[in-house]
């Protein structure tokens, strides 16, 4: 323990160079099965059937390395990964990095999941449909929505997947061409601006009143017109600040004509307490990677599940799993489905996680995640308070649920250290880094812990200690938080080589050819 | 609930009774219902949920959940010629033993320094796609193929600065469908119109004459897939891209990387755009879930700027100790300016790049080129022993990867009938494409890959010969 009372740590230092250059000539990781020779009898050479034209010319230059030696490196980068698993993960503001419970892991690795393939006969796959149609159950009654789909790949896609049926709504309603705007607010996930747009919607933000944190009504029923789409946005907001008045948002928007799409990946404080339903919002998306424990996997993958009240069930993309009370079906019968966001169902090993998660918790120890949630978040928003150099954006309003957004303004106003800077030295101490928080940066020099029901009350203060030392060398000895991180394997990086057409390279080939002649350290 | 005692969940080291209260008394209320009063009472719940009592010990929950997925019959059961998008290659035990990594498995979104070996891994995943292509820039996986091909006709409307895309007939039903979401309808005013480019029925080869006809000044990409979702290799490929860039038109091809050992990357025949899944490469079949879609392109500002997706650079260290990763040009992202950006990015697929990343290490030049001349002994083996059973004909030979179109039009038997009686033959034979290519017939697309041998070949074709006996 150093003086702080902060554990020593240093992050594995293996040097390992990239794959490409390492093996020799003629060495393999793996032997081939080669067919019969029956077969090769009968058939002759594979090259016969590749039209002329239509040959590789040269082996791909892929590394040769045999199979010790891929194991030995690929496991080193593991180690040079700071999961989850390992490290107090509170830092990781609407990510929600709550452990994903070793079990589910064995679960998802046996053949009788695995070895599915998504076209096999229904009579077959009984055992995964039942899964997912009762996880979507249980979604229905954690949200209040009617039905629901596994089959987005990611929180941003199920957002998008609102988004386009959003626009099929006002489509097969003939009123498309006038309603191209959805309002969303800059709080809101950056993916609420960024899927509709992608939808081509134009993209309305309120901002947040100074005071509260929290959007206007007034700017809302300003905002909203007969070009109005539909509302997305995410409650709480990315602040951890619950919008009180978001039935009101919802049915103004109703009473334009627009559609309620919430975005509620972070959901984590929330089960059992409050739901879309109750809010009035027609369709909502959950991140099964977040609040329901299934890992983030080094970004996926993943699974932003939609739900929708049974007037939208009809857009869904399609099939979705039905019961019929012995059997359970793929229904492709939609009359407005938007077709298909992805191929076949999804990414249903999230599902098959988040349905025995589901079935260890029950809904007393739900709503205990989503209380304990609350109680960790403000127990560390009381701890944070004695911490030079940090304050709480919109402390007018001291509750919080699952996240809370703090600003270093003040330490940098001092020191000159900016929440970049503390970021990257907190790592010296064996926590993961924070999430500073999406952009535009309303409030300056931000980072955003969300402190999970995974975390102990021994996890949270050692965590506020770390945050607590870095600051105070802020204040003594800047420079040691502005050249972090120390304890890494690597050094400070020159950025400037990521934005450079002429020295960004996102491949070996590309790195070689374009550091030629550059006298490249 | 009220704050009744209750013994401790093992995954939430707060639920023991003394620490809760030890919390909220420093948090200054008594009851976290003091907490909750930010919530008005309106929009609460106000009742329990309404769900099954929980299943507490992992031994009963294993229990359970093994219960349920045992009634589903597996293709490790049952032998399986189902591919069309996701296939049955074998996994090697190095790639599950790292995509199992603990660390893998839970990080996320640290960075450049905590992550490093994260983010090597992934610039490995594209170091070797690029020479598995022949090309310089390649993406960060999203999430399938068809969002891959979807994304990769956005990016080339905005590079040609233009709004119609010709996709031939023979691409894959289910990513069209997927593409079509990303084209949208005609009354906004980004719409991309979809034009579908005929092909020759008897050699499944895309209809120049009919591309000739459809391509014009209005024209941003051909899309066509090689393979083919029906198997078949395209050998006009530079006619193609030709015809494309003499229209002023970018020149996309999807491609099925297992086949890449043995087929000319798409850069040797113009591709400017290439776009595919990741899944035959080390990742199981997951019930669909195991796919991951990657894009690559030519290098150079002019395509970097225009991707959606996280783009992973190698980088030098300040002090020029060593190197590093991080996100190229982030400000494409919305991640930096919201709706402004570039279509929309996210969790997309890392552990599946890791996976496929590993299995690339252990093909090398030499796996990654005898697989596929296995596969296509194998399919081949497989198709002639099909075409000889009476009633049965293979369309298309000879130049088709891994899969092949059977028709029963002569069976007087439904391929779901043919499909339904292998059942108890303990096949699951090939998928049905009666009703996605009706000018086929009745037709099924069959897949044979690397993990079926000889003996699984000839007990298919005994079987078929006993189901349409």
């Known amino acids: 323990m150093s003086e702080a009372g902060l554990r020593r740590y240093h992050a594995n230092v293996w040097e390992e160079p990239i794959i490409m250059q390492m093996g020799s000539e003629g060495e393999r990781g793996i032997a081939i099965p080669h067919a019969e020779k029956e077969i090769q009898k009968t058939v002759g050479s594979a090259q016969s059937y590749i039209p002329a034209r239509m040959k590789r010319r040269r082996d791909a230059a892929l590394p040769q390395v045999s199979q010790p030696h891929v194991l030995r490196h690929y496991l080193r980068l593991s180690q040079q990964t700071l999961g989850m698993a390992l490290n107090i993960d509170i830092g990781m503001g609407t990510c929600t990095m709550k452990y994903s419970p070793q079990v589910n892991e064995e679960l998802l690795r046996l053949p009788q999941f695995a070895d599915l393939h998504p076209f096999q006969d229904e009579d077959t796959v009984q055992g995964i449909l039942q899964i997912m149609y009762e996880f979507s159950r249980f979604m229905c009654e954690i949200s209040g929505m009617d039905e629901f789909t596994f089959q987005p790949g990611g929180g941003a896609h199920g957002i998008y997947t609102n988004a386009c049926m959003i626009k099929k709504y006002h489509d097969v309603n003939g009123e498309l061409k006038q309603r191209d705007e959805i309002i969303s607010t800059i709080f809101s996930h950056p993916a609420d601006a960024a899927c509709p747009a992608t939808a081509d919607f134009k993209v309305v933000s309120l901002y947040p009143d100074p005071e509260t944190g929290l959007p206007d009504v007034e700017a809302l029923k300003a905002a909203v017109s007969k070009r109005t789409a539909g509302l997305m946005i995410t409650n709480p907001e990315d602040t951890g600040i619950f919008n009180p008045m978001i039935d009101e948002f919802v049915n103004i928007i109703h009473e334009a004509g627009g559609l309620c799409a919430y975005d509620q990946a972070n959901s984590n404080a929330l089960f059992g307490i409050a739901r879309a339903r109750e809010s009035g919002f027609d369709m909502c998306h959950f991140n099964i990677h977040k609040a329901f424990s299934s890992p983030h996997g080094c970004m996926g993958p993943a699974c932003g599940s939609v739900g929708t009240k049974k007037e939208i069930a009809d857009y869904l993309p399609v099939p979705i799993v039905t019961f019929d009370g012995s059997r359970y079906h793929l229904d492709y019968d939609r009359k407005h489905s938007i077709g298909k966001v992805r191929c076949f169902f999804g990414n249903i090993e999230t599902i098959l996680r988040a349905y025995a998660w589901v079935m260890g918790m029950g809904p007393d120890d739900l709503r205990q995640v989503s209380e304990t949630s609350i109680i960790n978040t403000n127990y560390l928003i009381k701890k944070m308070s004695s911490v030079q150099g940090v304050t709480m954006a919109y402390p007018k309003q001291a509750r919080r649920l699952d996240q809370v957004r703090f600003s270093l303004e003040k330490l940098k106003e001092d020191t000159g250290v900016t929440t970049d800077d503390v970021a990257r030295r907190m790592i010296d101490f064996g926590v993961q880094e924070y999430f500073t928080s999406h952009h535009p940066w309303i409030v300056p020099e931000p980072f955003l812990p969300e402190p999970c029901d995974t975390y102990s009350r021994e996890d949270i203060d050692y965590w506020v200690e770390v945050i607590r030392h870095v600051c105070q060398e802020a204040y003594k000895n800047p420079e040691i938080v502005k050249s972090a991180p120390h304890n890494h394997a690597i050094t400070k990086i020159n950025r400037q080589d990521l934005d450079d057409p002429d020295r960004y390279a996102m491949t070996w080939r590309a790195y070689v050819r374009k550091s030629k002649g550059k006298g490249r350290k | ?469």
């Open chain 2, 1 to 469: 609930m009220s704050d009744v005692m209750r013994s401790a969940h093992p995954y939430i080291p707060n639920s023991v009774p003394e620490t809760r209260e030890g919390m909220l008394k420093e948090i200054g209320v008594s009851d976290v219902e003091e907490l909750l009063t930010v919530i008005p009472q309106r929009l609460r719940l106000n009742r329990s949920l309404n769900l099954p009592r929980p299943l507490a010990a992992e031994s009963d929950l294993r229990k359970h959940v093994e219960e349920i997925l045992l009634k589903n019959g597996t293709c490790k059961e049952y032998l399986s010629f189902l591919g069309a998008g996701c296939w049955q290659h074998y996994v090697p035990a190095v790639v599950d033993e790292i995509a199992h990594r603990a660390e893998f498995v839970t990080a996320y979104a640290g960075n450049t320094y905590s992550d490093l070996g994260k983010w090597q891994a992934f610039f490995e995943f594209q170091s070797m796609m690029g020479e598995l292509l022949e090309m310089d820039m390649v993406s960060l996986p999203t999430f399938d193929w068809g969002c891959a091909a979807g994304f990769a006709v956005r990016m080339a409307s905005r590079i040609a600065d233009r709004d119609e895309v010709l996709i031939s007939w023979t691409v894959s039903p289910e990513r069209l469908a997927v593409i079509k979401n990303f084209c949208h309808s005609e009354y906004v005013p980004a719409h991309i119109s979809i034009k579908q480019v005929g092909y020759d029925v008897k050699t499944g080869l895309l209809d120049l004459e009919d591309l000739k006809a459809k391509i014009s000044s209005k024209t941003a990409a051909i899309y066509f897939e090689n393979p083919s979702y029906l198997g078949l290799i395209e050998s006009q490929g530079e006619e193609i891209s030709k015809i494309a860039h003499d229209n002023g038109a970018e020149c996309i091809v999807g491609v099925d990387p297992i086949s890449l050992g043995v087929l000319a990357p798409p850069a040797d025949y113009g591709a400017d755009i290439v776009c595919g899944d990741i899944q035959p490469l080390g990742l199981h079949m997951n019930y669909g879930g195991g796919v991951g879609g990657f894009i690559a392109s030519r290098d150079g500002a002019e395509y970097v700027s225009e991707y959606p997706t996280h783009l992973v650079s190698i980088a030098g260290t300040e002090d020029g100790t060593g190197f590093g990763f991080g996100f190229c040009t982030h400000e494409r992202t919305l991640y930096a300016v919201r709706e402004k950006g570039k279509d929309f990015t996210g969790t997309t697929v890392g552990l599946w790049t890791i996976a496929a990343a590993v299995y690339l290490a252990l093909m090398g030049p030499a796996g990654i080129r005898e697989i596929g001349e296995t596969i296509i002994q194998k399919s081949h083996y497989a198709a002639r022993r099909l075409s000889e059973i009476p009633r049965v004909r293979v369309l298309f030979s000879p130049y088709f990867f891994k899969e092949f179109v059977a028709n029963f039009d002569d069976a007087k038997k439904t391929v779901r009938e043919v499909d339904r009686r292998l059942i108890d033959h303990k096949i699951f034979g090939g998928k049905d494409v009666t009703s996605e290519f009706p000018e086929l017939g009745n037709s099924a697309l069959y897949a044979v890959t690397d993990i079926h041998t000889r003996d699984d070949l000839d007990r298919l074709a005994r079987s078929l010969e006993a189901v349409l006996r």
